[in-house]
T-cell receptor, first 113, second 116 residues
Framework: KNQVEQSPQSLIILEGKNCTLQ??????????LRWYKQDTGRGPVSLTI?????NTKSNGRYTATLDADTKQSSLHITASQLSDSASYIC????????????FGGGTRLMVKP | DAGVIQSPRHEVTEMGQEVTLRCKPI?????LFWYRQTMMRGLELLIY????????DSGMPEDRFSAKMPNASFSTLKIQPSEPRDSAVYFC??????????????FGPGTRLLVL
């Protein structure tokens, strides 16, 4: 069964600090992995997408990594800001037809001043 | 473009009543998705359409739920009769191509449903 597990479930950090969110998956055959940011009361917004051949991809202060061998991904946030407070959701796609997307449960991040 | 539009934004109803949620996808997008989000279960895919045709409705919880897409610019998700356990945020999303191939999904603002 395809599964995506995220850790930690929640995290509190001080403004300006760095943090790393984890995503482990068992989706097969793997197609791509995407990180979404979901602000409170809004729909998820895509941050970055990783394909099989990509190890690292950055989007501003957000850097995603992918290890296809261990089936792990991380999202590193540098110099956190109050606006980074949100839920971060890892979503993995399988490449076989009819098996669209598998969602992780998300990590709820709170950045405190 | 205005993005994905959903209505209503909030809905409070009593158990047993019919609820209809509406979605207008981004113009030109061939895929439309309905999701449900709760604290306990996170985001769950209910059903998705490709070119107005339902492709996978395996996520629809039971016969009380139904979805239609009569044309490329409109879709509805109906719950009849509604139950308190249906209380959740329902998101509609659309994409140009299949997100399984890497295409970005764009989510609407969601409809917050509370069934008393």
């Amino acid at each position: 069964k395809n599964q995506v597990e995220q850790s930690p479930q929640s995290l509190i950090i001080l403004e300006g600090k760095n943090c790393t969110l984890q995503c482990n998956y068992t989706v097969s055959p793997f197609s791509n992995l995407r990180w979404y940011k979901q602000d409170t009361g809004r729909g998820p917004v895509s941050l970055t997408i990783m394909t099989f051949s990509e190890n690292t991809k950055s989007n501003g202060r957000y850097t995603a990594t992918l290890d296809a061998d261990t089936k792990q991904s991380s999202l590193h946030i540098t110099a956190s800001q109050l606006s980074d407070s949100a839920s971060y959701i890892c979503v993995v796609s399988a490449s076989n037809a009819g098996n669209m997307l598998t969602f992780g449960g998300g990590t709820r991040l709170m950045v405190k001043p | 473009d205005a993005g994905v539009i959903q209505s209503p934004r909030h809905e409070v109803t009593e158990m047993g009543q019919e609820v209809t949620l509406r979605c207008k996808p981004i113009s030109g997008h061939d895929y439309l998705f309905w999701y449900r989000q709760t604290m306990m279960r996170g985001l769950e895919l209910l059903i998705y359409f490709n070119n107005n045709v339902p492709i996978d409705d395996s996520g629809m919880p039971e016969d009380r739920f139904s979805a239609k897409m009569p044309n490329a610019s409109f879709s509805t998700l109906k719950i009849q009769p509604s139950e308190p356990r249906d209380s959740a945020v329902y998101f509609c999303a659309s994409s140009l191509e299949s997100p399984a191939g890497g295409e970005t999904q764009y989510f609407g603002p969601g409809t917050r449903l509370l069934v008393l």
